[in-house]
């Protein structure tokens, strides 16, 4: 889970929009997840993004991506309070089936 | 979306036993399911890839022998930790894939074991 980098806080204001940044660092990945983890649960996926396409957008998620630079981004607009948990990108493993390479989570704090 | 169940959600057992977890795929067959690790505030590990009717692959440096993956059905596979001692509490969490063609994968909720 090493070659997958994200930042390990974001605290926003409710209302505000967050942005959640990811980089990668196999160029051969083809899929893209972002996955979502609430205390004590497990991993919810949120969406995910195939390496040919630029953005996806789904109601108030939009994932970015950047294969040039290895950049993967999820904004959440409008982020609530029930949006507070941690946000995992995740990358499908190069000549590994479908198992994914997991970075170590973005603890994501929403405020009133 | 797809639901993926593990059970039990908690377990505690005494060094040197086996424990046995279940993963089932609710309302889909998977071809494929995974085992991750994960500690506390960590990443998660893949530890092994089992497709239905064959051997796991295992990753390097996680014990096949420790770690008995069975996938003998479309939905289920299970992970029995045999001789648990204390550091192979972890949170242990599966997750399923459909067949050709599908790329979401989907986690069950996970299942906590401490070794005591």
């Known amino acids: 889970g090493e070659d997958v980098e994200q930042s390990l806080f974001l605290s926003v204001r409710e209302g505000d929009s967050s942005v959640i940044n990811c980089t990668y660092t196999d160029s ?13 649960a497990g991993l919810q996926l949120l969406t995910y993004i195939f390496s040919n396409m630029d953005m996806k957008q789904d109601q108030r998620l939009t994932v970015l991506l950047n294969k040039k630079d290895k950049h993967l981004s999820l904004r959440i607009a409008d982020t609530q309070t029930g949006d507070s948990a941690i946000y995992f990108c995740a990358e499908k493993r190069a000549n ?3 198992a994914l390479n997991f970075g170590k ?3 994501l704090l929403v405020t009133p | 979306g797809a ?9 505690i057992c005494k060094s040197g036993t086996s424990v046995k977890i279940e993963c089932r795929s609710l309302d889909f067959q998977a071809t494929t399911m995974f085992w991750y690790r994960q500690f506390p505030k960590q990443s998660l590990m893949l530890m092994a890839t089992s497709n239905e009717g064959s051997k796991a692959t295992y990753e390097q440096g996680v014990e096949k022998d420790k ?35 599908t790329y979401e994968q989907y986690f069950g909720p996970g299942t906590r074991l401490t070794v005591t």
């Open chain 1, 96 to 98: 590994s089936g479908y």
């Open chain 2, 3 to 11: 639901v993926v169940s593990q059970h039990p959600s908690w377990v």
């Open chain 1, 105 to 107: 989570g973005t603890s």
């Open chain 1, 28 to 40: 051969s990945s083809t899929y893209l997840y972002w996955y979502k983890q609430e205390p004590g």
């Open chain 2, 67 to 101: 770690f008995l993956i069975n996938h003998a059905s479309l939905t289920l596979s299970t992970l029995t930790v045999t001789s648990a001692h204390p550091e192979d509490s972890s949170f242990y969490i599966c997750s399923a894939r459909g067949g050709q063609g």
